[in-house]
């Protein structure tokens, strides 16, 4: 009888702890990443930087490269700088532009990558998508999931509290990115992943409904793990449907538009889902995500991110151009600019109330 399963790219190691970095080396060391100790590993000039000196002496094999930005053109750098020397996998130690240079890197060269997250700013500590700039403004480039990732959460409470913030808006957004699959599903025949949607939700719910703060440890995890499952969600289904929706459309139209005023990623997707949810008339599912928001300290108007009405309704509108045949509830609307403006009052007036 056949075996009716199915393979599921996700990491060999995932370590979310306080302390996790002193293990680091004996992780590396395990035979499925690193059998010569032979490394890359990439930092950024700030957080990866400041953990390089306490590191480095305990992987006396490891080659160090400073990475100056998340653009692909720092990532076809690294990598340009990795080939040809033998290494047995790439480590990204540092922000979510770092791991992102990092993974679009080692796929280039054709090595297995290991994420060290220094701060939980968005889900893409274990996707299989890199986010980089480039002369257009921004990409999602395809790329394989880390083979492990680690998560220390003494180094994450360092972290200045609005990338910790920002991961929460990422991670809520998931409700939001679902609700637009299904809605997809149901007017397109959209096929929908059961598995990466609930566990995309799972995350998602994780973190709305979660009690703490980002000073309790036990928050911090379960942020932590529902990034993680986010971007194994991803793997999952292939794409990026299962956190990515009207939510994201929106926060790409503010990046495009106001590439100089953008917010933080997190901040504008948090904000997209909880506007998103008031436009399918889910409004008690819209406050709860605004009221999650506002309780950790996260903008639920455009005035809070530094934009007018005007600004917002003008992302919202130009939001569906940013993914050419992604079917989300701004789609399934196609809004005036008037009714947006006036689903934008009652929004604020909602959450307001």
């Known amino acids: 009888m056949p075996v009716l399963t199915r393979l599921i790219p996700s990491p060999v190691v995932v370590d979310i702890r306080a302390g ?45 490269f400073e990475v100056g930005g998340g653009t692909i053109d ?41 994420a060290v997250a220094t701060n939980l700013s968005h889900d893409g500590i274990c996707s299989p998508v890199s ?37 929460i808006g990422d991670a809520v957004s998931n409700l939001s990115a679902i609700a637009d699959w299904e809605l997809s599903h149901r007017e397109t025949g959209e096929r929908i992943d059961g598995l990466a949607a609930a566990m995309a939700r799972s995350a998602g719910e994780a973190v709305l409904r979660h009690p703490g ?19 194994i969600a991803m793997s999952i289904s292939g794409d990026t ?56 300290g996260l903008p639920v108007l455009p005035a809070e991110m530094g934009f007018t009405e005007a600004e917002f309704a003008s992302a919202v509108q130009y939001a569906p151009q940013t993914r050419p045949g992604r079917f989300t509830i701004l789609e399934h609307l196609d809004l005036s600019a008037t009714e947006i403006r006036d689903a934008y009052a009652d929004y604020a007036k909602t959450i307001s109330s």
């Open 20 to 64: 996790a970095l002193a293990d680091l080396s004996r992780l590396l060391a395990d035979e499925r990443i690193s059998t010569s100790g032979k490394l890359a590993l990439a930092v950024s000039a700030g957080s990866g930087a400041r953990l390089r000196d306490s590191l480095a002496p305990e992987l006396p094999g490891a080659d160090w």
């Open 74 to 114: 720092a990532a076809v750098t690294l990598a340009d700088a990795m080939r040809g020397k033998r290494y047995d996998a790439v480590v990204g130690l540092g922000g979510g532009k770092i791991i992102d240079v990092a993974k679009y890197a080692a796929a280039r060269v054709g090595l297995p990558m290991v």
């Open 131 to 167: 986010t980089l700039d480039n002369d257009n403004g921004r990409g999602s480039y395809g790329v394989p999931t880390p083979i492990a990732v680690v998560v220390d959460l003494d180094v994450i409470r360092d972290a200045p509290a609005r990338f910790v913030r920002a991961g």
């Open 213 to 231: 703060g980002i000073g309790s440890d036990a928050f911090l995890g379960t942020l932590a793990e529902g990034l993680v499952l986010s971007g």
């Open 241 to 296: 449907r299962p956190s990515s929706g009207a939510c994201h459309e929106i926060s790409h139209a503010f990046d495009l538009l106001h590439p100089d005023r953008a917010a933080a990623h997190g901040e504008q997707v948090g904000l997209g889902a909880a506007f998103a949810m008031h436009l399918r008339g889910a409004h008690e599912e819209s406050g709860l995500i605004a009221e999650t928001l506002r309780r950790h």
